[in-house]
């Protein structure tokens, strides 16, 4: 079984090739990475040397690279995680986001249906679903509640999965989606939520809560996301799409807070600034189905997540300190410059 996985120098992505190469040993996995600002090959240094692992550096809209790979890998499935995927940067710039969330998609695609392909899965978000008001706490996402998008980035995620099941029922692509609630754990860029809180917080810095940290999001450990693809691509019906979500939901000054208190810091840091533009109020998913279908269930609980995680961020503060710096992008040049 060969898999190319996309995007998998980025924080989930990263997860899934650990959690393949080892739940697998006998899988080759391919990562296609772009190496964008969100990237970082050196996520990857502790497989990148495997017999059964392999990083090429592309970009999921290049047609010609993406085509190459299937000739030379004649892959089994793929899963696409490669994605422009921070919401402030779509608000600032919509039109990244609609070539390598959409196109990108599309050009994954036709290279499937060109070769053939066992599996095509697309890692999507609840976001796509839009969001949901917060004095409701009695409804959730099912599979079935209409895509209602509310920024750029989760547009451009919605278009997507359309076009993923309009490949299935125009071409009859064997695809599958799976679409997550929020994810925390090791290796996640430093400008999201919960490790910019712990970077913050650690440097003393004030941590910015957008308006007054109401909002509801619905936090699964990166490990229990990873657990829940391996399924669905296996056992998972072809054309189906099966919400993930662990029903964790925080409302992001309370995650603000933990932090605080799990690093002994005051809440004098928290400072709350100007609110998003079209900020979503709740998301909340209902995992039935892929429980009952294929047997998921969580398996990290909140508080133990969030305690492993901050121990990460303290074990491993050159990760994120070179993202911060900067020096992280230099990190591709230096393994692959002259190869
Ligand atoms: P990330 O931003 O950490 O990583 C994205 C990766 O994709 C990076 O390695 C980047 O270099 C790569 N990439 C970007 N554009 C590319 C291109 N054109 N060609 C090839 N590679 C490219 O993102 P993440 O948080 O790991 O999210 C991965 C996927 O999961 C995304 O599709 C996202 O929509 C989805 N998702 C994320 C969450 C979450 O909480 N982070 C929740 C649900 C779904």
Redo the contacts with the bound molecule.
């Keep these: 079984m060969t898999i190319i996985v996309?995007?998998g120098?980025?924080?989930?992505?990263s997860n899934f090739v650990f959690h393949m190469l080892k739940a697998h040993p006998e899988y080759r996995i391919i990562c296609?990475?772009?190496?964008?600002y969100?990237?970082n090959l050196s996520t990857l240094e502790p497989v990148l040397e495997q017999d059964k692992f392999r990083f090429v550096r592309?970009?999921?809209?290049d047609r010609e690279a993406v085509e190459k790979l299937f000739e030379e890998e004649k892959p089994d499935m793929v899963v696409n995680?490669?994605?422009?995927?921070?919401v402030d940067r779509s608000i600032e710039n919509p039109g990244i986001f609609l070539e390598?969330n959409i196109m990108?998609t599309a050009v994954l695609m036709d290279a499937c249906r060109k070769y053939g392909i066992q599996r095509y899965h697309q890692?999507?978000?609840?976001e796509v679903y839009g969001d949901l008001p917060l004095d409701r706490p009695d409804l959730f996402f099912t599979e079935e509640t209409p895509l209602h998008t509310s920024s750029p980035y989760s547009s451009s995620?919605a278009g997507a999965d359309l076009l993923v099941m309009a490949y299935h029922r125009t071409y009859g692509l064997p695809v599958t989606i799976s679409r997550?609630?929020?994810?925390y754990g090791p290796y996640h860029?430093p400008e999201k939520l919960i490790p910019l809180m712990i970077a913050n917080a650690l440097a003393d810095k004030p941590l910015p809560v957008y308006g007054e940290g109401l909002n509801v999001r619905d936090w699964l450990y990166v490990e229990d996301h990873c657990k829940a693809i391996d399924l669905i691509i296996h056992k998972g019906r072809v054309g189906e799409v099966y919400n993930v979500g662990g029903h964790n939901e925080k409302q992001n000054i309370e995650i603000v807070k933990i932090i605080c208190r799990e690093l002994g810091k005051p809440e004098s840091l928290i400072t709350h600034v100007g609110d998003r533009k079209g900020h979503d109020m709740r998301y909340a998913i209902d995992p039935t189905k892929i429980h009952n279908e294929l047997g998921w269930l969580p398996e990290t609980k909140f508080e133990d997540g969030i305690k492993k995680t901050i121990r990460w961020y303290l074990d491993n503060k050159k990760w994120w300190q070179d993202i911060v710096n900067g020096e992280y992008q230099q990190y591709y040049d230096k393994m692959y410059g002259n190869r």
């Design positions: 996309t995007g120098a980025g924080f989930i992505g296609l990475d772009k190496l964008t969100a990237g592309a970009d999921i809209c995680f490669a994605a422009e995927s921070h390598t990108g890692v999507s978000t609840d995620k997550c609630s929020n994810n860029f």
